[in-house]
Structure formats: C-alpha cells, structure tokens
C-alpha cells in the first residue's frame, strides 16, 4: 500500500506542478500578479482539504488490504445518507468537475483545464477546486491588467 501512495503522491504533485507550468504567465512577475485575499482563501482552504483528505487516505490504506479506488467507491455506500453524499461526490467529480473546468477554463484562457480533473483523481476534489478558483481569480485580474494596459497605450 505504500508504494501506491507513493505514486498517487506523485502523480498529485505531478498534476499541480503541470497546472501551474502551463498557466506560468498568470504567475509570472508584474502589475496585478499578488496574490489576492479571496485567492488566498482558495490557496488556504485546498490545502487544508489536501492535508485532511491525505490523512484519511493513509489511514485507509493501512486499515484495508484490499485498498483500491473500486474498494474505495464501494465503501462511500455503506447507509443512505452515506449514499446520498456519495452519489453527489461522484458525480461532481467524474463529471462536473471536468464538464465545467474544461470549459470555463478555455473560456478564460487557462492552458491545459483538464488538468483539474486528473489532479482531482490524485490530490481531493477540494483541493482541484479550490486551485481551479485560484487560478480563475488570478486569470480575471490578469485579463483586467491587461487590458488596461493596452488601453493606455
């Protein structure tokens, strides 16, 4: 079980690393780049998302020999109201998540959107939510910088 966690770890920092490789130009030096408070808020509330859920994963992969996202699943549907959270679980992030970040992403010009959705499947679905928002919050005050720079030029 180890060596899985080892390698969704990587893949998890793979995915985060390759979202912000690809959108560098949001994060690169210059006028409106700082980081804003809500933008802050998202940084802060996936991070404490990805440390929880990795905290419950690790703990699951010691408890269970038969650790495997089919096991996983099967286990979010234990009662009805574990269910009922699980259906929405599941449907948010197989397919909302992707549906939207996919295209409000190209929307608003983040290289790469999908991205969100494979970090999902590594890190927590909070935590590729939280770095999609961060991402579209900076891509707003990026596109309004821009755009009035060219319009004082």
Do not use: C, K
């Not at 770890?9 to 780049?33: E, Y």
């Not at 286990?75 to 197989?94: C, E, G, K, R």
């Not at 992403?105 to 959705?117: H, M, N, V």
């Not at 494979?118 to 939510?129: C, E, P, R």
């Amino acid at each position: 079980m180890t060596a899985s966690l080892g390698i969704f770890g990587a893949l998890g920092i793979i995915s985060t690393v390759a979202a912000f490789w690809a959108n560098g130009a949001l994060f690169a030096p210059g006028p409106g780049r700082r980081a804003s408070a809500l933008e802050g808020v998202f940084y802060a509330v996936g991070l404490v998302s990805l440390v929880l859920g990795w905290y419950f994963n690790v703990r699951y992969t010691h408890a269970y020999a038969n650790a495997s996202y089919v096991n996983y699943t099967r286990m979010l549907f234990t009662n009805w109201a574990a269910d009922s959270a699980a259906q929405d679980y599941t449907i948010v992030n197989a397919v909302l998540l992707p549906l939207w970040t996919i295209v409000d992403g190209r929307r608003r010009a983040l290289r790469i959107p999908w991205i969100f959705f494979v970090m999902s499947l590594f890190t927590s679905l909070a935590f590729s939510m939280a770095l999609y928002l961060a991402f579209v919050e900076r891509s707003v005050r990026y596109s309004r910088v821009r755009a009035e720079s060219s319009s004082t030029a």
